[in-house]
């Protein structure tokens, strides 16, 4: 059996510091795939968490009160960053909508 490195560890942001609040997501034998993980929490929150009208800005602001920060336990440890992936992920999810408010409002306009 093998030993698993990598433990993916979900800080709770809206009880920040409460380790009553905090929970292991799971736990892998690869940096990468402790990664894929974390990015998947994170996609997973934004999308659901994104409203029509959202900034890059407004949808962080709510990660960052609501969401969850995954965190990665190992030896060996990588660059990845939680928060700056959700950064990049607001700002990507936000530019993904805009066409479609935009063509949403011109079809109520043409009504």
């Not at 997501?25 to 929490?41: F, L, N, P, Q, R």
């Amino acid at each position: 059996m093998p030993k698993h490195k990598y433990v993916v560890r979900n800080l709770d942001n809206f009880h920040f510091m409460d380790k009553s609040q905090e929970y292991n997501s799971g736990v892998y034998d690869t940096y990468g795939e402790a990664v894929s993980k974390c990015k998947a929490i994170l996609d997973d929150f934004l999308e659901s968490a994104y409203q029509p009208g959202d900034t890059a800005e407004t949808l962080y602001s709510t990660y960052v009160h609501y969401g969850e920060t995954p965190i990665i336990w190992g030896d060996n440890l990588g660059d990845f960053d939680s928060n700056d992936y959700a950064r990049l992920r607001c700002r990507e999810i936000v530019k993904l909508h805009q066409p479609r408010i935009k063509k949403f409002i011109r079809d109520i306009d043409n009504e």
